[in-house]
C-alpha cells in the first residue's frame, strides 16, 4: 500500500511524464494507492487560492474519486499528534497538513510517496522519495 501524498498528487495532476511512469509502476506494485484527506485539503485550498478554472477543479475532483481516501480519524489524529511532539521535542517543525498525512500513513502501515523532503524527519514512516 502506498499513500500519494500532495507533491506527487500535484505532479500527477500537472502531467509530469517521470510521475505517470512512476503511478504506472506502482499501479503495478502495490496492493493499493491511496490519498490522505489533508492532501486533498491541500489540493482544493490551492486550487481556490489560485481561482483554478472550472476545467482544473474537475481534474481535481476525478482525481480524489480515481482513490480510496483515508480520514483522518481519532486514531490517526493521536498519531499524527504523537509525530509532532516527537518533532517538536527535537526543535523540528513540519506543516500540520504534512504531519496529519505521516499520522495516517504511518498508522496504516503505508509508504508515503513524495518529493517533499519533510517526511524523512519523521522516525518510522516508511518513504518512496521521488
Known amino acids: ?9 500535484i505532479d500527477l495532476l500537472r502531467g509530469k ?9 506502482l499501479d503495478r506494485t502495490e ?27 474537475e481534474k481535481i475532483a476525478a482525481l480524489a474519486e480515481s482513490f480510496e481516501v483515508l480520514p483522518l480519524d481519532a486514531s490517526s489524529a493521536k ?11 527535537r526543535g523540528v517543525t513540519i506543516q500540520a497538513e504534512d504531519v496529519m498525512i ?9 509508504k508515503v510517496v513524495t518529493r517533499d523532503n519533510d517526511y524523512v524527519r519523521i522516525p518510522g514512516l516508511k518513504i518512496l522519495k521521488y
Do not use: N, Y
Open 31 to 57: 496492493t493499493s494507492l491511496l490519498i490522505a484527506a489533508p492532501s486533498l485539503m491541500e489540493l482544493w485550498s490551492g486550487a481556490h487560492f489560485a481561482k483554478a478554472s472550472t476545467a482544473e477543479k
Open 79 to 89: 498519531e499524527a499528534g504523537e509525530i509532532e511532539a516527537d518533532l517538536l521535542a
Open 102 to 110: 505521516a499520522g495516517i500513513a504511518r498508522l496504516h502501515g503505508q
Open 17 to 25: 511524464e517521470s510521475v505517470r511512469q512512476l503511478k504506472d509502476e
Open 1 to 9: 500500500m502506498a499513500c500519494l501524498e500532495t507533491s506527487f498528487l
